[in-house]
């Protein structure tokens, strides 16, 4: 829009994704023209941070105000192997998934890409000076860490809100996540967490197909109905057809069902054996997530045993079922 040279848009998508620079006075390569036009029109800021939150185990948590009296959170992630951040498309969510804390907030607004991409840049420039995150990384180094010296490997669109029903921000956003002059993630190590959009699953495929995880919570239309509304418009198997669409298009061959494991809600022998007959035919793997309780959700947790029993019945019938565990809890 500033009639420059694309290289320009280039160079600058360096300084500040890349090297996370944001005083446009030190992007030393740009046009002494250029840098007058942008110190004029452009501004690089990070969300306030609200609130900044340690846990004993690392995880790392930031509410950050979008404005308004809206607020959305962030979480960093640590673990052997990887650092993820979760972050989040909306100020609250129109879903209204009924085991959901945002869901029971209601819906503020879409966030803009910057607002979504700001996220990653505030936490990845930030945690590059955290000696606790630099320690982690030195020990077990996330892949690319040598020549980036990236903290963040992973990302997870889990946070506050649905992405699908934020397509066009979100996606900006994703392309700037893969690209190799800002954070040059693989698309295997960016989510999106998806209640199930049927048509924007479709589009995604097309537009930026990385990993997709479904919030699944519940294997028949009937309790679905109830637990994640979406689904009375986008029915299961609306949904299961959808996701085998999709999966040529992901960037592994299989999907991820996120399930919520709620106690005597969806969570019995039954529920399993009827989970299994619905993905038959998509190769997936399930996460269980024991819910999260919330004053007045009216659920509780699934007991730790009924997760067990739920879990081995998926894995007898040949599937990797992971459990979620929770982080951060102090
Ligand atoms: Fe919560 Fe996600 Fe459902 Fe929205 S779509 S209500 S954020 S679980």
Redesign the pocket.
């Known amino acids: 829009g500033l009639n420059e040279k694309p290289f320009r848009a280039k160079q600058l998508m360096q300084w500040i994704h890349q090297r996370g620079v944001s005083n446009i006075n030190d992007m030393s390569d740009l046009a002494k023209s250029f840098r007058a036009t942008l110190l004029d029109k452009a501004e690089i800021l990070s969300l306030p941070v609200i609130k900044d939150e340690h846990a004993q185990d690392g995880t790392r948590k930031w509410l950050l105000d979008v404005g308004a009296c809206n607020a959305v959170e962030s979480v960093y992630i640590p673990e052997d192997d990887r650092g993820t951040l979760c972050i989040s498309s909306q100020a609250g969510?129109?879903?209204?998934?009924r085991f959901?804390s945002?869901?029971h907030q209601g819906f503020s607004r879409n966030l803009s890409s910057g607002e979504i991409i700001g996220q990653l840049w505030f936490a990845e420039h930030l945690l590059r000076n955290d000696p606790d995150a630099v320690r982690r990384i030195e020990k077990y180094p996330t892949p690319g860490w040598e020549h980036t010296g990236r903290v963040i490997s992973n990302v997870v669109m889990m946070g506050?809100?649905?992405p699908l029903l934020n397509y066009d921000n979100v996606v900006s956003a994703l392309r700037l996540m893969l690209d190799d002059r800002a954070y040059g993630l693989s698309r295997r190590r960016v989510t999106v967490?998806t209640?199930g959009v049927v048509p924007m699953i479709d589009r995604l495929a097309q537009d930026c197909p990385v990993a997709l995880a479904v919030?699944l919570h519940a294997p028949n239309d009937k309790l679905r109905d109830e637990l994640?509304p979406?689904n009375r418009k986008y029915p299961l198997q609306e949904l299961m057809a959808a996701c085998k669409r999709y999966l040529p298009y992901a960037p592994r061959d299989f999907l991820t069902f996120e399930y919520c494991m709620l106690d005597g809600v969806n969570d019995s022998f039954d529920h399993a054996k009827q989970l299994i007959d619905l993905v038959r035919n998509v190769p997936c793997k399930f996460n269980l997530i024991p819910f999260n309780p919330f004053p007045n959700s009216g659920y509780e947790t699934s007991r730790a045993d009924n997760i067990r029993r739920f879990r081995d019945v998926l894995m007898q019938a040949g599937y990797v079922v992971t459990t979620r565990k929770t982080r951060g809890d102090d």
Not at 93 to 97: D, E, Q, S, Y
């Open positions: 969510c129109a879903v209204n998934c959901c945002t869901g506050m809100g649905e967490s209640s919030s994640v979406i």
